[in-house]
């Protein structure tokens, strides 16, 4: 007999790994790691530039694949089906589709998952919570790097996922303006009980959350949710 799942795990690693070939020699972007997420957690991944978060973070995503361990997503179903109604990742990298308007954008999620109907509707209001619905005509290059950070997690926000991954989502914010946006996001996680997981480099980022995890040259020192 096959045991079910459990209800609250959305993403499960046992000894995950990553590394590549980088002139000649191997770079281990992510040493044997074991971890999970689970329903409604609020998750803050800290390290150095070039640590490790982004590919962990590309992991948890199923965007990546592994070269060691396993990963599963026990209560999300294969990799496959994971994006974007499942699992929505901001990245830190510019990634709005340049031809499409801002508006078009943060809806596009639901149009590629049925929902039309209420695509424009709730994009603009994922806008609002950023202020931003006045910038909703305009393009990509129209934008400051802030603007379109803040929008691009409008647009993670937008299917209403069980899990949203954020990859430095304030590092061209001024700390005021970073401050509101994590208020907005975490305060966004708790009214849709959407596990959060951010990685950053800022500590004050940091602080906003329940679970700090640190990455240190590809290894994650505290696995076990916030517990050394």
Known sequence: MIDAPDPESLVSAQELSRSYLQGGKTIEALKPTTCEIRRKERIAITGSSGSGKSTL?????GLDLPTGGDVQWPTLGPRDDLRPGKISIAFQAQSLVPFLSVVEN????????????????????????????????????????????????????????ALLLADE????????????????????????????????????????????????????????????
């Open 57 to 61: 973070l590309h992991l948890f995503a």
């Open 106 to 161: 943060v809806a596009l999620p639901l149009f590629l998952l049925g929902n039309a109907s209420l695509a424009t509707s709730n994009a603009m209001a994922e806008l609002g919570r950023f202020n931003l619905t006045d910038l909703a005509e305009k393009l990509p290059d129209e934008l400051s790097g802030g603007q379109a950070q803040r929008v691009a997690l409008a647009r993670a926000m937008a299917s209403r996922p």
């Open 169 to 228: 989502p304030t590092g061209q914010l001024d700390q005021a303006t970073a401050r509101a946006t994590i208020a907005t996001l975490v305060a966004w996680a708790g009214a849709t009980e959407t596990a959060l997981v951010v990685a950053t480099h800022d500590a004050a980022v940091a602080q906003a959350f329940g679970d700090v995890w640190h990455m240190d040259h590809g290894r994650l020192i505290r696995p076990a949710r916030g517990r050394p």
